[in-house]
């Protein structure tokens, strides 16, 4: 006899999401592809269709070779993220916010795009950094990109810290630089105390930002992955969704949102 219709997956994770009371969401490249920012890994991401980008991203690269800063700034100030919106799935974790279900939101994206969808920046963890920042290698100084943008456009192909004469970088992680302890340590500590985390848009292939995964699945978490693509995590999982994310997650979360909390 033919087997029982395999239910819905987004009724699943609605379900899933709608009995959970302290979700941490772990956001990735993908839920901003829709914003038309590239993602980096994909079939045509950055990364993907140039390697050099890849080099430049690599702190010791960055830091030795002028002429990859010059190229890092000049990529920077054509960056597409600058005039980016937050999509649906931004919005619709700003609607789970709303709900009184998000204890954290841990993003590996630097663009921005959570805090400009309305989500308190105080359960935001930009575990990668901030492209919106930069930062002085040499003496910590810290400050909003912009200014430091004009200088660029004005002329100057690898400009340095006002201050100390220091080289200045984006405030993101690069290949070879430690994550923020910090921003780590309240990344994992929520992981520990969460009811369900909520994978959307990412490979959870780059750690230690992945490692959160089985960190909640071990304390008894359930897990909900939206991807389109499979992960390594996807056989934990409690639901699996393959659908666009801009399309999935509103619809994850309304259905959380009408879902009666059971046993």
Known sequence: ???????????????LVGRAERIVVLAGAGISTE???QDFRGPDGLWTRNPEAER??????????KEAR??????????????????????ALVALERLGKLDTLVTQNIDGLHHLAGNDPGKVIEIHGSMREVVCMACGDRGPA??????????????????????????????????????????????????????VGTSLGVYPAAGLVPLAHDRGAP????????????????AVVRERLGTALPAIVEAAAAARVGP
């Open 146 to 199: 912009g200014p430091t943008l004009e200088r660029v456009r004005d002329g100057e192909d690898d400009p340095a810290c006002l201050l100390c004469g220091g080289i200045l970088k984006s405030a993101t992680i690069s290949f070879g630089q430690s994550l923020v302890a910090s921003d780590l340590f309240r990344a994992e500590q929520a992981a520990r105390r969460c009811d369900l985390l909520l994978a």
């Open 223 to 238: 897990v909900v992955i939206v991807n389109a693509q499979p992960t390594p995590y996807d056989f934990i999982a409690g």
């Open 70 to 91: 010059r190229r890092s700034w000049e990529h920077r100030l054509e960056s597409p993220t600058w005039a980016a919106r937050p999509n649906a799935g931004h919005e």
């Open 1 to 15: 006899m033919p087997g029982h219709p395999r239910e819905d997956p987004i009724a699943v994770a609605g379900r």
């Open 35 to 37: 914003s038309g920012i």
């Open 56 to 65: 430049r991203a690599r702190l010791e690269v960055y830091m030795t070779d």
